[in-house]
């Protein structure tokens, strides 16, 4: 049992922002949907929802894909700079880091999430067996923030849920100031 009632405890954030997500997500599936092509029918369409669909597909061009993928396709990394100063292979190092992600194909996701969905998310974390940097990109459909009201920059608590099909169980990955909790 996770206690949910703890100030500041994992538990609460858990709760607070598993809460954030759920009133998100119907905004996130209508914005999806509309990126893929399927947007609402219109008024008075009920009773020949399948023949009008089938119509509309062929009838209709998809200005939420196109804007977004315009944008989008004009969004690429050239290059790295570092900030250190006197530092000579900082920016090879970011170079590296970058492909050993394969972030030239993930940033493209992320970037599509956050121009059609308005938010994008990746998580940086350690691979424990190598010491090297792990980032990821995320949907934004499983992933949710809470910042400080403040320090906007300053991110307070955030919580990835998903499900995974081969081992037929669902994850909670609360992630506070220098710790990850799980749930499953």
């Known amino acids: 049992m996770i206690d949910t009632t703890a100030p500041d405890s994992p538990g609460q ?3 607070r922002l598993s809460q954030k997500l759920d009133r998100r997500l119907p905004r996130l599936h209508d ?8 947007s609402p029918l219109p008024e008075g369409a009920q009773g020949h929802a399948s023949a009008y669909r089938r119509f509309q597909r062929k009838a209709r061009t998809n200005f939420a894909e196109l ?3 315009s944008v989008r396709e ?10 250190a100063a006197g ?11 970058w492909d050993e992600n394969g972030l030239a194909v993930e940033s493209a996701d992320v970037h599509e999430s956050m121009l059609g969905l308005s938010d994008g998310y990746t998580i940086v974390g350690v691979d424990p067996g190598t010491g090297r940097p792990i980032i990821t990109g995320e949907d934004p459909r499983q ?8 320090r906007q920059r300053q991110v307070r608590a955030a919580l990835k849920l998903f499900h995974d099909p081969e ?7 609360v992630y506070l100031p220098g710790i990850r909790y799980v749930a499953v």
Do not use: K, Q, S
């Open 13 to 15: 954030w858990l709760l």
């Open 31 to 38: 914005l999806d949907a509309r990126l893929r092509g399927d």
């Open 67 to 69: 804007v977004v993928e």
């Open 74 to 83: 004009r969004m690429t990394v050239t290059g790295f700079r570092t900030a």
């Open 87 to 97: 530092d000579e292979n900082g920016d090879r190092e970011a170079a590296r880091i």
């Open 143 to 150: 992933v949710v923030t809470i910042h400080d009201p403040v």
């Open 167 to 173: 081992l037929e169980r669902d994850y909670a990955f």
